[in-house]
Structures are given as structure tokens and as C-alpha cells.
């Protein structure tokens, strides 16, 4: 049975021309090579699968071709058919990851000294060169300084900041970027044009969005999607082997966002984890969406290789949201996958996501007001007496269970009202409280949930009163450090100057707290939520 090889060893670039994605470095190193310039030695720097062990092998072949062509190995001469077979003895690949101690570089200073073998350049490639030990790097910066006129060394690496400056110094330096999508979705149809393969346009996109810029892991995948498939490459099997989510799971996540059903949402992730998906790609593939909703509500276009479905959420979706709301999503699912690459629990941080997304969309409930509240907002001579307190009265209609209000939760204290009129409306605190919430979140997840957990119940003068359930909550957002961010954040939103006074609410217990009620609505559990004293 002749022997196999993968299809990124088969499909890699043999000249500069063929080099994907990366036209300015392969000008550059052309041009060189063409008129005498070559350098003693070469970095070459960049995420995996971009092209660095192509382009130094490029380089070799380049150098000791025996026919080139303005820069270009032939890809014909004894030469570089020997470097393309891997069997050219003036080039020496080395993994400084397995041969990283000084010890090897002191082998490798005495063997730099013997002339080529049968090529004009003896050619090292050293790949991974940030894992070499420092004094590796010391031993080598000599040899680097002053090396024989026979040899170039090309290291490379992905991670370049771990590379001593002195080391970059001495080197040419050459950054190679992720391969654009488009490019990645050309050579994989050309690949499969070549090898007879039956591919969908769709299963490509899935593919080059997956292997985010790495040509390589792009062609690894259709090698395995096409052994998979026994040599069809569709939208399916590309799911199934990667376990990816499609447009429509992630446009239903958006309609139950725009519904505020978390319990919707909930599900769907819970689908989602049954059947064995990577939820890290969903939340990016979310991320995605979120970005086309953007652009389709400031420029009013949609996507052109976006699927008619997905145009007609897209278009649905963007009436469903506000700009506001959208940069929320977008900044609630970065922290999500974030948690979902360096967390253990992979499924909680996106339900928790959801719902809290879900909870910030809720209609706010409307405050009950006693007459004396309503005719304090008509305008009154500066005599007038100041309203008394809000007093709780029962409503006179049954309210809609999706509408809950905060103060069912707690009893707040009762709130001592001075002579001095208030200077700001309560009303109008309570509208902008989760803007005040976001702002904190963007600097501190925990205060955000303490701020969120917290209850505006009154305003005298400047100073607005705000309820906490817990002591360490109030003795948090209190604090000399705090306070006075959350003064300043909340007397540019309301427009006067405001001093914050913190209370800790009366325990209350109540079957009817928001949060069990939610917990029993989205996981359907109500025998295994504890009601606290």
C-alpha cells in the first residue's frame, strides 16, 4: 500500500509565488534574493500555521537553487527537488523545544564551522526558538554576532515577546499574520478541486472560520472531513466532526434574547451539551452574530455570504435590539469565553450569561405611588410641605408574573424624610441604575453584582438611600474607594450632585423572591431551591 501523506505536507508552498497570505514578506525575501542581499540571519515570528517552516524552508531552497529566477527557486534543479523530499544535508531543521539546553547550542556552534556539503548556503531552521534555556540564548548570540560566511540561520517562533532583544537585533525580522478568511476558503476549493473532492461552499466557510487564519489546521481539517465523508466535504459532517453549532441554533439564542425567555435560552444550551457541541465556538460564532447585527442596524445592509435564513434573522433580529443592548451581549459573551477557556464549569457561565441578559431586557416594573407622590411631581410653591414617604399599597389588579417588583423581595427601611426637597426624582435613578451597573462591570464583575443586587428606596435632598440584602454588599460599595466613583458615575447620569447612603435591608422571607422564581422558571427544579431565614 503506497504511503499516505496529509494534505498540508502535500499542498505546501514550493515557491514564494505560492505563498498564502503573506505578499509582503514574500516580496521582500525575493527581492533579496535576487540582487545579493541575504542576510546571516532571519526571525521569523507569527501564529501557528501561517507559514514560518514554509517560508525558511523557501528561503533554503531560494539560496541554493541551482537554476532561480529573479528571486524564485526553479523547483525543478537537483537542489530544491532534494529539499522538497527532505533529504538536502545543508539543511538542518532543529526543535528547540526538545534541544533547548546549552549544551546543544554548543554542538551546534562546533558543526556551523564545516563548509556546505553540495549547496552554496548551509541553512538552519530553528523552530520554537523561545523555548531555548537563557544561557542557550547567550551561547548563541556569539555565533549569531559573527557567523560563517556559509551559513543563515532562520529562527522561528509564535512567540516572539519571549525572545531576548538581543537576539531580534541580530536578525531580520518578519512578522507573519493569520491567513484572511477568504484566502483560507480559496486554497481549500482549490485543494479539493485537485483531489476530486465533493464540497459544499457552506462546509468551507465552517472550516476557515475554525481554523481562524491557520492554513494548516484548515487543511488538516478538510483531510480529516474528507476521510470522514469518504471524500464529500459537506456543511454536516463538518458539524458533526468538529462538533460545531449552525446559524440557526445561534440565531434562535438571539430570538430568545430578544424575547427575554431565559428559560428558552437555557434550553438551548442544554441541547447544545447533549449532543456533544463546543460551546466555546458558539459563544464566538454568537459573538459574530452580534457584530452583523451592529452592522445591520448602522448600515442597514446585511452580510453578502450570509443564507437566506440567516439574512431574515439578521433583518428580524436588528428591530428586536437596540445598539445599547447589543454592546451589553457583546461585552457578557466576551467574559464568557473567556470563563470557557480557563473554567471548569463549561456550561454554567453561558446559562448564567443568558439569563442575566434576559433579566436586564425585563420590562421594569411600575411603582406603585400613593396620591400625595402624584401630586408632589405637579409644580408647587417652594412653601409646600415635602411629600411623605411611599407607602406599599396593594394593586388593584393582578399584575403579570413576568413583571416583578424589587421591592417583594426585601422590606426596605424606612427612609427618613428631611425638610430639604429632593433634588432628583427616585423615579429617575431607578431608570438609569443598570447603566450604573454596566459601567462597574466594565471594571469589576464583583461590584457590578453587588450594585445589581442593590435597591434605590429613597431620596432626600442629594443624598439617595440604596437597600442591600447583605452586610458585605452595603460594607463594599460604602467603602471610602467606591462611594465616591458610584457618586460620580450617578451625578453624570441624573445631572445634579448625589451623595450615596448605604442600608441593609430586613431579611424577608417569600415564596415569591424574583430570583426563585426565576431559578424555578429557566431549570425547572423548584424541590431543590432553599428559602433562607
Not at 516580496?27 to 507569527?46: C, D, E, K, M, P
Not at 539546553?101 to 541553512?123: Q, W
Not at 494548516?216 to 456543511?235: C, H, K, N
Request: hydrophobic share 40%; charged share 30%; aromatic share 4%.
Amino acid at each position: 500500500m503506497p504511503e499516505r501523506r496529509a494534505l498540508y505536507l502535500r499542498y505546501r508552498s514550493q515557491t514564494f509565488a505560492e505563498l498564502v497570505g503573506q505578499e509582503p514578506v514574500a516580496r521582500t525575501l525575493r527581492n533579496a534574493i535576487a540582487h545579493g542581499q541575504v542576510s546571516h540571519a532571519y526571525l521569523l515570528t507569527g501564529p501557528r500555521g501561517t507559514g514560518k517552516t514554509s517560508t525558511a524552508r523557501l528561503i533554503a531552497k531560494a539560496v541554493n537553487c541551482l537554476r532561480p529566477k529573479d528571486g524564485e527557486p526553479c523547483d525543478e534543479c537537483e537542489h530544491c527537488v532534494a529539499i522538497r523530499d527532505g533529504r538536502f544535508l545543508d539543511l538542518i531543521e532543529i526543535d528547540a523545544a526538545s534541544n533547548r539546553s546549552i549544551d546543544d547550542v554548543r554542538d551546534l556552534r562546533e558543526k556551523v564551522r564545516f563548509a556546505p556539503t553540495s549547496g552554496t548556503y548551509k541553512v538552519y531552521v530553528v523552530d520554537e526558538v523561545h523555548q531555548l534555556s537563557g544561557d542557550a540564548f547567550n551561547a548563541l548570540l556569539k555565533t549569531l554576532e559573527e557567523p560563517p560566511a556559509h551559513v543563515i540561520f532562520v529562527l522561528a517562533t509564535t512567540e516572539a515577546h519571549k525572545v531576548p532583544p538581543t537576539i531580534v537585533s541580530r536578525t531580520q525580522r518578519f512578522d507573519l499574520r493569520r491567513i484572511p478568511h477568504r484566502l483560507v476558503v480559496e486554497t481549500l476549493r482549490a485543494i479539493c478541486a485537485r483531489e476530486s473532492f465533493r464540497c459544499e461552499d457552506a462546509a468551507l466557510e465552517a472550516i476557515a472560520r475554525h481554523a481562524s487564519g491557520s492554513l494548516r489546521d484548515a487543511e488538516s481539517i478538510l483531510d480529516q472531513v474528507a476521510t470522514f465523508g469518504d471524500g464529500a466535504v459537506t456543511q454536516k459532517e463538518v458539524a458533526d466532526l468538529l462538533g460545531l453549532a449552525d446559524a440557526d441554533e445561534v440565531a434562535a439564542l438571539f430570538d430568545a434574547l430578544a424575547a427575554s425567555d431565559a428559560a428558552r435560552g437555557v434550553a438551548l444550551v442544554e441541547h447544545l451539551v447533549d449532543d456533544g457541541r463546543d460551546l466555546r465556538e458558539f459563544t464566538r460564532r454568537s459573538l459574530d452574530h452580534s457584530r452583523a447585527l451592529v452592522v445591520a442596524q448602522t448600515t442597514r445592509s446585511i452580510p453578502p455570504e450570509a443564507s437566506e435564513s440567516a439574512a431574515a434573522a439578521l433583518e428580524r433580529q436588528a428591530k428586536a435590539f437596540t445598539l445599547a443592548r447589543l454592546a451589553r451581549v457583546v461585552r457578557r459573551l466576551t467574559e464568557v469565553d473567556v470563563e470557557l477557556k480557563y473554567g471548569e464549569v463549561s456550561s454554567l457561565s453561558l446559562e448564567l450569561a443568558i439569563a442575566e441578559l434576559c433579566v436586564d431586557a425585563a420590562p421594569q416594573p411600575t411603582r406603585s405611588e400613593p396620591p400625595a407622590a402624584r401630586e408632589s411631581a405637579r409644580p408647587t410653591p417652594p412653601s409646600a410641605r415635602p411629600s411623605p414617604a411611599p407607602q406599599r399599597r396593594a394593586p388593584e389588579t393582578p399584575r403579570s408574573s413576568s413583571v416583578v417588583d424589587l421591592a417583594e423581595r426585601r422590606a426596605a427601611p424606612r427612609v427618613e424624610v428631611g425638610a430639604e426637597p429632593p433634588a432628583y426624582a427616585l423615579e429617575t435613578v431607578v431608570s438609569v441604575w443598570s447603566t450604573v451597573v454596566d459601567r462597574f462591570r466594565a471594571k469589576s464583575m464583583g461590584l457590578a453584582t453587588h450594585l445589581a443586587l442593590a435597591e434605590p428606596v429613597g431620596v432626600s435632598g442629594q443624598v439617595l438611600t440604596l437597600s442591600f440584602a447583605n452586610d458585605f454588599a452595603r460594607a463594599k460599595v460604602s467603602s471610602d474607594t467606591v462611594r465616591p466613583e458610584l457618586e460620580r458615575q450617578l451625578a453624570d447620569l441624573v445631572g445634579s450632585g448625589v451623595r450615596v447612603r448605604c442600608v441593609l435591608a430586613r431579611a424577608e422571607t417569600s415564596s415569591d423572591d424574583p430570583m426563585l422564581r426565576a431559578a424555578r422558571e429557566i431549570f425547572r427544579k423548584p424541590d431543590r431551591i432553599l428559602e433562607v431565614e
